[in-house]
């Protein structure tokens, strides 16, 4: 079992990105029952608006200049798209029958994925994405990349934020009031509406960190990089328990966690010889979602949806 | 003097379903007015369209001086009109306390807020001793409390209850008239819906008994108690 | 004292009004107007539309119209039968049965619309109206009379059934008001064989409206032609025809049915260039596999997202088991042994991923078929030898998978016949054929029985479903795994047809069917629930992208955007089911009978229904129904 520190230390730094975009499929479902399909395209866009505004700053500007600047337009664009898609594809649908948003996301990730195909420049093929430059954290029993430090200090951070927010704001209880009884919410004198924008704006932003995180991890920024991580990071809010934000970044944790290890270690065990490696990696979401579904349906932590008779 | 609130010609309509078909009705400041009928009489049809949730067909509603046609349901809230719905639909995994202060949702006088949960822990002492206990652990008597405590906390001008004392026993229900009561004393001003007919009219200033969409009979509550056909119906005589 | 209220008596109904058009004319003049239109537009079809042949169909010739005139042609030439028709003109009066004016309007938008579009596509292409002829300019002005007319003609139906209609309301209002057209008048029973001839001509001429789809030669001529169709076919069910044909059809079940089969045989004969028949077979492997998921989507209402996996799964084992020299497996079945092996593969894999899932939400069922789509792909491509054990042979896939030969009958062989050509394409069509009854029976089979009820129940309401009785958990394991089955049914047939599988062809998403989300689109598209819906939608979702080549790289994209405008305005889909318009749009529930008349208001008070009053619903908002 070697480095095994190595391969726990990335599985959960992988986990804690996976966590984050998890937080906002799990906040949308919680509250609309919606699974917003094109989040993960708003995690790419959000990568995406990070790279524009690295591409619009002078060139030679050190990275760790320009990440607030990118923080912030990358953030801008995630929650502009999930506020517009809420606003304009999601809203008007509310009431009917739960296919139609269904479709209609599914409609608006392959729109958005195309978007970004067909009319940022040269994003046909993967573009590269600034990197933190110097020689990997050596911490002892394992190292870390300079670009990890942003994830390791920024999902922590957004999950205290985020925590408080919930349960001490106003807005906050407003969230949780509306996810458990939106109706009655309204009769507190509470906006639902307002409330739900609010939600897919947070999972937007999150989502916009996440892939900051990503392309600095992984060098690079593609359109179709929300397809896959959106698949695991719902699979990862499942797993957590749905609509519960602790379980959407536990349920990171977790994923990220069996991704590593599987990865590195099934060929250990006989019989799996062949089953090792980055070919496999995508599979062991799956496989995660399988047995979660079939041993603990409602998650680690516990579903928290409205009660719908 | 106009009435706090008056209700003219209100039809509602599920799809093309009419279950409210045209019912004109008003409440006095200060008083107690019930609907009472049995089951798809359309009582509940009628408070949530009074407090927004659903949108008439027709009709006009006007509270406080103020027209409600098109208002959505937290701008009633803001404008005094509180509803406790059928059910109660306490938030299951607030505390009592938590729940309380989303009463108070859209109120800024903290000092005020805190004054009131205490009075709301006075009047109903068993929500004061539970008060860090997740709501949905409480009885269906003590949710009823607490999601009426919760109403009163927007000190409302006009209060719907709906159907408070459906699923209690007795003896709750008794408690729960008895809180109307004081409330009423207190000045509240109630619109009070209920299918326990016998309760409600002894309570009442005035009452309406609604039939499939409609209002058909109309009264003070001491007459519509001793109504021949209102106690063949509805108070088990025979 | 008390005072009560009787129940007051509703005012007498006025007499029916007169209701105008959308625009103000008097109906002779609109008749007039709209005739004199379609004339022109008519007459101006034989004369040239422009100097040039680069724009193709060659619209350049007087007397003899081609390409896109052709298409005008047919519109106005439909245009004035049913002005005549509706203007009493005997012997033509069995053409609208229904409304009059409710076709007109459509038709004249048609074409209009076909007409218009060609005038801009000659501009665009051509660069500018210079180069369009007179006759372009008399086509389009007189198809722009004729809609105008047609617009002023007064509306079919009484006014205020359902709004304002008059000459008072917004234009909109009228307008969709003249598009509301009656239940066509019974038809006179004809005899037997009389009706046996109408039904084979309906379909003849079904037939030829999908060939001619098919065989259009050049993108604008594709666009006109769905404009026209687009325009058409809702006339003629406003018009009534459809409903008499269904009518005819039910009465004559078996008949039609072979009727329908022998149309579909006869499309290959019907060509004389081969490259319509292969891909006419193509969209019929789509348009079934697309049946099956109709199963599943439209029966039972359970969304997969992954379905194409399932015709991956039955492709795949065909291929292994097909004597290809790439297969890994060294054996060789007969096909029929092939087919089960293919169908039972995909039921396994069907059951195994449906009986954990479909215990929990239907939104879980989206994201584990989503996921499993994926995992086909990936593991179809994995197990390559290097990155897993050697069984598909990885991303180049099992070519050279060679054609079937059943009782000597070799399908990749042209067999010739009678003078006639039985190519490839045409063989493997009809295989294909064979296997699309066989699903479109088991789907009629299935949503008239016990089960299909109990789907419509599950789908409706499962919590009620359940307190009857109906368990949820083991209909709706049926219908994922039925669904499954015929996809891997459809997927034997599929390797053989193509010759050559890999990963690739079994995607979530891209340009080219069969993949899932084009499954999905053409289910929806085409109408949930439905036969037709299915087909028609199928042989779009196919031939648009590959008939509007122009669109190149926008195709996905505009698909996306496509999807959610579908979901926003039409999400009943083409070839609607009744129950699903309902279902969306709230139109009320028609055949329930007015609530008035239900309870007897006696003296107990008792046996009041009305509306929804019990304990409610909290996540309905507006007066609508709580979710589906």
């Given at each position: 079992?070697?480095?095994?520190?190595?391969?726990?230390?990335?599985?959960?730094?992988?986990?804690?990105?996976?966590?984050?975009?998890?937080?906002?499929?799990?906040?949308?479902?919680?509250?609309?029952?919606?699974?917003?399909?094109?989040?993960?395209?708003?995690?790419?866009?959000?990568?995406?608006?990070?790279?524009?505004?690295?591409?619009?700053?002078?060139?030679g500007t050190s990275i760790a200049l320009a990440l607030p600047l990118m923080l912030l337009l990358g953030m801008a664009c995630s929650v502009l798209v999930g506020m517009g898609a809420e606003r304009f594809a999601y809203r008007p649908l509310r009431g009917g029958p739960r296919l139609a948003p269904l479709i209609t996301a599914?409609?608006?990730?392959?729109?958005?994925?195309?978007?970004?195909?067909?009319?940022?420049?040269?994003?046909?093929?993967?573009?590269?994405?600034?990197?933190?430059?110097?020689?990997?954290?050596?911490?002892?029993?394992?190292?870390?990349?300079?670009?990890?430090?942003?994830?390791?200090?920024?999902?922590?951070?957004?999950?205290?934020?985020?925590?408080?927010?919930?349960?001490?704001?106003?807005?906050?209880?407003?969230?949780?009031?509306?996810?458990?009884?939106?109706?009655?919410?309204k009769l507190m004198g509470i906006n639902t509406d307002r409330i739900i924008v609010t939600a897919f704006a947070i999972g937007a932003a999150f989502a916009a960190i996440a892939a900051i995180a990503h392309g600095l991890k992984y060098g690079q920024v593609d359109f179709k990089m929300g397809f896959i991580a959106g698949l695991k990071a719902f699979t990862a809010a499942v797993l957590g328990g749905i609509g519960n934000i602790y379980g959407a970044m536990i349920g990171g944790l977790v994923l990220g966690f069996t991704e590593a290890m599987a990865t590195a270690y099934i060929e250990y065990i006989p019989g799996m010889e062949l089953f090792g490696g980055g070919a496999w990696k995508d599979v062991w979401a799956f496989v995660l979602l399988i047995l979660v579904l079939l041993l603990r349906p409602q998650g680690l932590l516990g579903e928290r949806v409205t009660d719908r008779a | 003097?106009?009435?706090?609130?008056?209700?003219?010609?209100?039809?509602?309509?599920?799809?093309?379903?009419?279950?409210?078909?045209?019912?004109?009705?008003?409440?006095?400041?200060?008083?107690?007015?019930?609907?009472?009928?049995?089951?798809?009489?359309?009582?509940?049809?009628?408070?949530?369209?009074?407090?927004?949730l659903l949108k008439p067909l027709g009709g006009t509603v006007v509270f406080d001086g103020r027209k409600l046609n098109g208002v959505?349901?937290?701008?009633?809230?803001?404008?005094?009109?509180?509803?406790?719905?059928?059910?109660?639909?306490?938030?299951?995994?607030?505390?009592?306390?938590?729940?309380?202060?989303?009463?108070?949702?859209?109120?800024?006088?903290?000092?005020?807020?805190?004054?009131?949960i205490e009075r709301a822990y006075e009047r109903f002492p068993i929500l004061g001793e539970r008060r860090k206990q997740p709501a949905g652990t409480l009885s269906g008597g003590e949710q009823q409390m607490l999601a009426m405590g919760r109403a009163l906390m927007s000190r409302p001008k006009l209060l719907m209850l709906d159907e408070p004392s459906m699923g209690l026993s007795p003896i709750m229900m008794q408690k729960i008239m008895e809180t109307i009561g004081e409330l009423r004393a207190q000045g509240t001003t109630i619109l009070l819906v209920e299918q326990n007919a016998q309760a409600a009219l002894s309570l009442a200033d005035h009452g309406h008994v609604m039939e499939i969409g409609k209002i058909v009979l109309s009264g003070t509550g001491q007459d519509l108690l001793h109504d021949e056909s209102v106690r063949k119906a509805y108070l088990g005589e025979d | 004292?008390?005072?009560?209220?009787?129940?007051?008596?509703?005012?007498?109904?006025?007499?029916?009004?007169?209701?105008?058009?959308?625009?103000?004319?008097?109906?002779?003049?609109?008749?007039?107007?709209?005739?004199?239109?379609?004339?022109?537009?008519?007459?101006?079809?034989?004369?040239?539309?422009?100097?040039?042949?680069?724009?193709?169909?060659?619209?350049?010739?007087?007397?003899?119209?081609?390409?896109?005139?052709?298409?005008?042609?047919?519109?106005?030439?439909?245009?004035?039968?049913?002005?005549?028709?509706?203007?009493?003109?005997?012997?033509?009066?069995?053409?609208?049965?229904?409304?009059?004016?409710?076709?007109?309007?459509?038709?004249?938008?048609?074409?209009?619309?076909?007409?218009?579009?060609?005038?801009?596509?000659?501009?665009?292409?051509?660069?500018?109206?210079?180069?369009?002829?007179?006759?372009?300019?008399?086509?389009?002005?007189?198809?722009?009379?004729?809609?105008?007319?047609?617009?002023?003609?007064?509306?079919?139906?009484?006014?205020?059934?359902?709004?304002?209609?008059?000459?008072?309301?917004?234009?909109?209002?009228?307008?969709?008001?003249?598009?509301?057209?009656?239940?066509?008048?019974?038809?006179?029973?004809?005899?037997?064989?009389?009706?046996?001839?109408?039904?084979a001509g309906a379909f003849a001429v079904v037939l030829y409206v999908f060939t001619y789809g098919i065989a259009t030669e050049y993108g604008e001529l594709f666009v006109g032609f769905l404009l026209l169709t687009g325009c058409a076919a809702p006339a003629l069910a406003k018009a009534g025809l459809i409903r008499r044909v269904s009518r005819l059809t039910a009465r004559h079940r078996n008949v039609s049915i072979a009727a329908a089969f022998v149309a579909a045989a006869a499309f290959p004969f019907l060509q004389s260039d081969n490259q319509f028949t292969?891909?006419?077979?193509?969209?019929?492997?789509?348009?079934?596999?697309?049946?099956?998921?109709?199963?599943?989507?439209?029966?039972?209402?359970?969304?997969?997202?992954?379905?194409?996996?399932?015709?991956?799964v039955g492709a795949y084992t065909a291929a292994l088991v097909s004597g290809s020299p790439y297969s890994s497996v060294g054996l060789k079945f007969p096909f029929w042994a092939a087919v089960l092996t293919g169908a039972l593969a995909s039921l396994i894999f069907g059951v195994l991923i449906g009986a954990p899932t479909l215990r929990l939400r239907g939104d879980y069922l989206a994201i584990v078929t989503l996921g499993f789509g994926e995992i086909f792909r990936i593991g179809m491509q994995n197990l390559d030898g290097i990155s897993g054990p050697a069984v598909t042979n990885g991303s180049t896939g099992i070519p050279q998978i060679p054609d079937l030969e059943i009782l000597g009958f070799n399908f990749g062989e042209t067999h010739s016949f009678l003078g006639f050509d039985f190519t490839r394409s045409a063989n493997y069509f009809w295989l294909m054929l064979f296997f699309t009854v066989i699903v479109v029976s088991v789907f009629r089979r299935s949503d008239s029985s016990r089960i299909g009820r109990a789907w419509v129940a599950i789908r409706e309401d499962e919590t009620a479903a359940r307190a009857m009785g109906i368990n949820a958990f083991r209909f709706k394991l049926i219908a994922f795994a039925l669904g499954a089955t015929l996809a891997g049914?459809?997927?034997?047939?599929?390797?053989?047809?193509?010759?050559?599988?890999?990963?690739?062809?079994?995607?979530?998403?891209?340009?080219?069917?069969?993949?899932?989300?084009?499954?999905?689109?053409?289910?929806?598209?085409?109408?949930?629930?439905?036969?037709?819906?299915?087909?028609?939608?199928?042989?779009l979702l196919f031939l648009i992208p590959a008939k509007l080549q122009f669109i190149g790289e926008y195709q996905l994209l505009l698909f996306g955007v496509a999807l959610v405008l579908l979901m926003r305005f039409r999400p009943e889909g083409l070839v609607a089911d009744r129950r699903k318009q309902l279902e969306f749009h709230e139109t009320g529930q028609l055949d329930v009978p007015d609530a008035k008349a239900l309870a007897p208001v006696d003296g107990n008070g008792n046996g009041t229904t009305g509306g929804p009053d019990g304990p409610n619903d909290p996540g309905t908002t507006g007066p609508g129904k709580a979710e589906g």
């Open positions: 079992m070697h480095d095994l520190p190595q391969q726990l230390a990335n599985g959960l730094i992988l986990g804690a990105m996976y966590g984050l975009i998890a937080i906002g499929y799990t906040m949308v479902y919680g509250i609309v029952q919606l699974i917003n399909f094109a989040h993960g395209e708003i995690f790419m866009i959000g990568g995406f608006g990070a790279l524009t505004a690295w591409l619009l700053l002078p060139s599914i409609g608006l990730s392959i729109a958005l994925q195309q978007a970004i195909w067909a009319f940022y420049p040269d994003a046909k093929k993967a573009r590269p994405f600034p990197q933190f430059g110097g020689d990997p954290i050596d911490l002892g029993a394992f190292s870390i990349q300079r670009g990890e430090l942003f994830l390791i200090t920024a999902a922590p951070l957004c999950m205290i934020v985020l925590a408080l927010f919930v349960s001490k704001s106003r807005t906050g209880r407003a969230m949780q009031a509306t996810s458990q009884d939106p109706d009655t919410a | 003097m106009t009435a706090l609130l008056e209700v003219e010609n209100l039809r509602v309509a599920y799809g093309k379903i009419e279950a409210v078909k045209g019912i004109s009705f008003s409440v006095e400041a200060g008083q107690v007015v019930t609907l009472i009928g049995t089951n798809g009489a359309g009582k509940t049809t009628t408070l949530r369209t009074l407090s927004g959505p349901a937290h701008k009633i809230v803001e404008l005094g009109l509180a509803h406790s719905p059928e059910g109660r639909h306490i938030f299951p995994r607030l505390t009592i306390a938590e729940n309380l202060q989303l009463g108070a949702f859209l109120r800024k006088d903290n000092a005020g807020i805190a004054q009131d | 004292m008390t005072t009560t209220h009787p129940t007051a008596t509703a005012p007498a109904r006025p007499g029916p009004a007169p209701t105008p058009g959308t625009l103000p004319l008097p109906a002779g003049t609109a008749r007039a107007v709209t005739t004199a239109g379609a004339v022109l537009t008519l007459a101006a079809t034989f004369l040239p539309w422009t100097w040039t042949r680069a724009f193709p169909g060659n619209l350049t010739v007087t007397g003899y119209p081609g390409g896109l005139q052709v298409l005008t042609l047919t519109g106005a030439l439909l245009v004035l039968l049913f002005l005549a028709s509706g203007h009493g003109v005997r012997g033509l009066r069995w053409l609208t049965p229904g409304g009059t004016t409710a076709p007109l309007v459509l038709l004249t938008a048609g074409t209009f619309a076909t007409t218009w579009y060609a005038a801009g596509a000659i501009s665009v292409t051509l660069g500018g109206v210079v180069n369009l002829e007179p006759g372009a300019w008399i086509a389009t002005a007189g198809s722009l009379l004729a809609l105008a007319g047609a617009l002023g003609l007064p509306a079919d139906t009484p006014a205020g059934t359902d709004g304002p209609s008059g000459t008072g309301a917004p234009a909109i209002q009228r307008l969709r008001h003249s598009l509301q057209a009656p239940a066509p008048r019974p038809a006179r029973a004809l005899p037997d064989w009389a009706e046996i001839l109408l039904i292969s891909i006419a077979a193509n969209i019929l492997i789509f348009a079934t596999v697309a049946l099956g998921l109709n199963v599943v989507v439209g029966l039972a209402g359970l969304l997969d997202l992954g379905y194409v996996a399932f015709l991956g049914l459809a997927g034997t047939v599929q390797a053989h047809a193509v010759s050559s599988i890999d990963p690739e062809q079994y995607k979530f998403v891209e340009a080219v069917p069969p993949n899932s989300a084009f499954l999905l689109a053409a289910v929806i598209l085409g109408g949930m629930g439905t036969v037709g819906g299915p087909l028609i939608g199928a042989a």
